[in-house]
């Protein structure tokens, strides 16, 4: 895409809901996997 | 002659709890990195789409994370089965250990879509075969784990799982193939193994990178959770 600044970059051409939405939380699904591992690896270590 | 004996080598559950973390570790780096670069292809290199706009740019992690869904489920169901057919213990292992993942890039292709159908199709959702075939996958994935939750014995408990794994296998090519079957609102496949994809090659760069970093991510996670129910089982 052409750079139109970091407005016009969240806007997503005004579907910013729907882009972030779906990045959002896929980026915390995967990090809630990691912390519940990295918790179950701790906890079955001791 | 050597590779034989060090695949038995491996089917250990000991000799293979080092080996998976010294993977995982490499594979947790390798998943990072290329996910910020299918990232930075996916959304300051891909150009915007004629027809669509900026919105398909879910499409960087729906379509990798619904082919990891498709592809985890049969992985597990082909450790399920070798655990099944050869009572190694560490093929089960794996086959729980992959549930997890699997079911979260399920709900994930299931999220994603639903958010990218809105402002493209109209709706969160329909009933039509592919989306429904994705969410029985889902419900697979999940009844695996309860199924498994539910049993005491360890043995047992791989042995009740591994037979609906493998019974459940044969939704994974009802969901590929369900575009072409049936007349869906799910669009037909726009990469494919035997024509030229029908994008342009930023968009498809971004789509692969981000595909090879949910795949790292899946065996970095799979086999660090695999190190848990070893410690946990033996």
């Given at each position: 895409?052409?750079?139109?600044?970091?407005?016009?970059?969240?806007?997503?051409?005004?579907?910013?809901?729907?882009v972030?939405?779906?990045y959002?939380?896929?980026?915390?699904?995967l990090?809630?996997?990691?912390?519940?591992?990295?918790?179950?690896?701790?906890?079955t270590?001791? | 002659m050597?590779t034989a004996?060090?695949?038995?080598?491996y089917?250990?559950p000991?000799?293979?709890?080092?080996l998976?973390?010294?993977i995982?570790?490499?594979?947790w780096?390798?998943?990072a990195?290329?996910?910020?670069?299918?990232?930075?292809?996916?959304?300051?290199?891909?150009?915007?789409?004629?027809?669509?706009?900026e919105v398909?740019r879910?499409?960087?992690?729906?379509?990798?994370?619904a082919?990891?869904?498709?592809f985890l489920?049969?992985?597990?169901?082909c450790?399920?089965?070798?655990?099944l057919?050869?009572?190694?213990?560490?093929s089960?292992m794996?086959?729980s250990?992959?549930?997890?993942t699997?079911a979260?890039f399920?709900?994930?292709a299931?999220?994603?879509?639903?958010?990218w159908?809105?402002?493209t199709?109209?709706?969160?959702?329909?009933?039509?075969?592919?989306?429904?075939?994705?969410?029985?996958?889902?419900?697979?994935?999940?009844?695996?784990?309860?199924?498994?939750?539910?049993?005491?014995?360890?043995?047992?408990?791989d042995?009740?799982g591994?037979?609906?794994?493998?019974?459940g296998?044969?939704?994974?090519?009802?969901i590929?193939?369900?575009?072409?079957?049936?007349?869906?609102?799910?669009?037909?496949?726009?990469?494919?193994?035997?024509?030229?994809?029908?994008?342009?090659?930023?968009?498809?760069?971004?789509?692969l990178?981000?595909?090879?970093?949910?795949?790292?991510?899946?065996?970095a996670?799979s086999?660090?959770?695999?190190?848990?129910i070893?410690?946990e089982?033996?």
């Amino acid at each position: 895409m052409s750079w139109g600044g970091w407005g016009e970059f969240w806007a997503m051409g005004g579907k910013g809901f729907y882009v972030w939405g779906a990045y959002a939380v896929t980026l915390a699904a995967l990090a809630l996997e990691v912390y519940f591992l990295r918790r179950r690896s701790r906890e079955t270590k001791a | 002659m050597s590779t034989a004996i060090r695949w038995f080598w491996y089917a250990s559950p000991q000799t293979f709890f080092p080996l998976a973390g010294r993977i995982a570790a490499a594979c947790w780096v390798g998943a990072a990195l290329l996910a910020a670069a299918g990232l930075y292809v996916g959304f300051f290199v891909a150009p915007t789409d004629a027809q669509q706009g900026e919105v398909y740019r879910v499409i960087f992690i729906h379509v990798p994370a619904a082919w990891m869904s498709m592809f985890l489920y049969l992985v597990m169901a082909c450790w399920a089965a070798i655990g099944l057919a050869f009572n190694t213990r560490l093929s089960s292992m794996m086959a729980s250990a992959i549930a997890p993942t699997g079911a979260l890039f399920t709900f994930l292709a299931l999220w994603t879509g639903a958010l990218w159908g809105r402002p493209t199709w109209g709706t969160y959702w329909v009933w039509d075969a592919r989306l429904t075939s994705e969410l029985i996958l889902l419900f697979l994935y999940l009844g695996f784990m309860a199924l498994q939750a539910a049993i005491e014995d360890p043995r047992r408990a791989d042995r009740a799982g591994a037979v609906l794994a493998i019974v459940g296998a044969v939704n994974v090519p009802i969901i590929y193939y369900s575009v072409q079957w049936w007349n869906t609102l799910h669009q037909g496949a726009s990469v494919s193994l035997t024509r030229a994809p029908s994008m342009a090659s930023s968009m498809l760069t971004g789509m692969l990178l981000m595909a090879l970093a949910f795949w790292l991510y899946s065996i970095a996670a799979s086999l660090t959770r695999v190190r848990c129910i070893i410690r946990e089982r033996e």
